[in-house]
């Protein structure tokens, strides 16, 4: 039907309803008899209806426009369509946002409600809405805090189920979710003077795998985004993130945190850098025992045998040294965007009566899992959770409810 919920009504922005309906048609039919009017000049032989014609055509045109509906719907009266509103509405903002948001790492505490309403919330919609591209894995070996010495919790095995670990993303509007068992990182030799091969080569090959994805995406939508911002799935933001400001978005090869491998903010003349340390951790003459490299700045020099921790290549080290070849500019973190992005969900010993903590109470938030139906005091700062969160969260007994 012309005004039916996809019919051209609808197409048009016009209210749903009977009288529209009627008033779009008996429009229609006017400037239709228009039309025929104008066209009908007589046949050859006959005497001509060409001024007669053209009154009646301008009058049906002139009574059509006049018809035609024109007024916005109200809101309060029009139905709501099957597919969820909210979803909708993000959809629309995430499409025409300047800024990319690249999830990559383990994907860990992502399925808990109160990481997803804290991402949503924190890092999402104050960064103008933005797109979000996640490359996961399902691992659970972690090196930090001694969490692996620590009972393995229900959210430590719910972080690596594909489904449910799928089904959290796709609730962040997500453009891109890609696994990294899928996409195994190229095999290639470490340097001279280098360990290489420990966890940082996953979170490098993550980090540069999530950049070909919004490479991908920018193709497809023919724009650029103006930022691309790194994060981990696990990453707690206590606060609502600052958006870059205007005399930042002027700043060529501008970043912000170039010293810390989990956050860090990268405008469109930076992002190809920084979203290229994988293949960076592997270029020999810049990494390793080379003659660049022992003629770099001390805190530069990534790899080296010389250096303390075992020759390990430290990522924030590869960090600095992206930012130092390619010339980008500091312009800072922690004051300019109101977190610094150390502090993280962690998911190791969590059950109903002990909140995930680790050894490292400042970094880590607590948080409980499963939840009760009505949330106990944490610091994560008592947030209401969404209605479809919430709903999700009870739906896969992440929350549980009254009574149990």
Request: contains cysteine; positive net charge.
């Amino acid at each position: 039907m012309l005004c039916a919920e996809r019919g051209v009504c609808a197409l048009l922005g016009f209210a749903v309803d009977a009288a529209t309906l009627g008033q779009a048609m008996l429009a229609g039919a006017l400037l239709f008899l228009g039309m025929l009017a104008l066209l009908s000049r007589g046949a050859p032989g006959q005497p001509s209806r060409t001024w007669p014609a053209t009154v009646v055509a301008l009058g049906g045109f002139l009574c059509g426009w006049a018809l035609w509906p024109r007024t916005w719907p109200d809101h309060s009266t029009v139905a709501v369509a099957k597919v969820s509103l909210a979803a909708h509405l993000a959809t629309s903002l995430a499409t025409d946002s300047p800024v990319a948001v690249c999830m990559a790492g383990a994907a860990r505490t992502i399925v808990h409600p109160v990481v997803l309403h804290a991402h949503r919330h924190h890092l999402l919609r104050p960064l103008m809405n933005a797109d979000l591209f996640a490359v996961v894995n399902l691992g659970k070996d972690t090196t930090h805090s001694g969490l692996s010495r620590l009972p393995e919790s229900e959210l430590t095995r719910r972080g690596t189920e594909r489904w449910r670990v799928h089904a959290a993303l796709s609730l962040l509007g997500a453009r891109a979710i890609v696994f990294q068992e899928d996409q195994a990182a190229p095999r290639l030799s470490p340097c001279e003077g280098t360990r290489g091969g420990w966890t940082a080569a996953s979170m490098f090959w993550s980090i540069q795998l999530c950049g070909e994805e919004v490479r991908k995406y920018e193709v497809a939508r023919g724009k650029t985004y103006a930022w691309v911002v790194r994060t981990r799935p696990d990453t707690a933001f206590p606060v609502p993130l600052r958006a870059p400001t205007e005399a930042a978005l002027q700043t060529h090869g501008g970043l912000f945190c170039r010293n810390n491998d989990a956050f860090f903010v990268a405008s469109a003349s930076a992002a190809p850098a920084l979203f290229a340390l994988h293949s960076l951790a592997h270029d020999c003459r810049w990494v390793g025992n080379s003659t660049l490299s022992r003629g770099l700045p001390a805190e530069m020099q990534c790899g080296l045998r010389s250096r303390t921790a075992k020759g390990w290549i430290w990522p924030d080290c590869i960090m600095r040294l992206a930012a130092l070849r390619h010339r980008l500019t500091d312009l800072g973190c922690e004051n300019k965007l109101n977190t610094n992005g150390r502090n993280f969900f962690r998911a190791h010993y969590c059950n109903r009566s002990v909140p995930c903590v680790t050894s490292w109470p400042s970094r880590n938030p607590s948080v409980f899992f499963p939840m009760p139906a009505s949330e106990g005091p944490s610091d994560h700062g008592n947030m209401k959770l969404d209605a479809d969160i919430h709903e999700w969260g009870v739906a896969t007994g992440a929350i549980l409810v009254r009574g149990v």
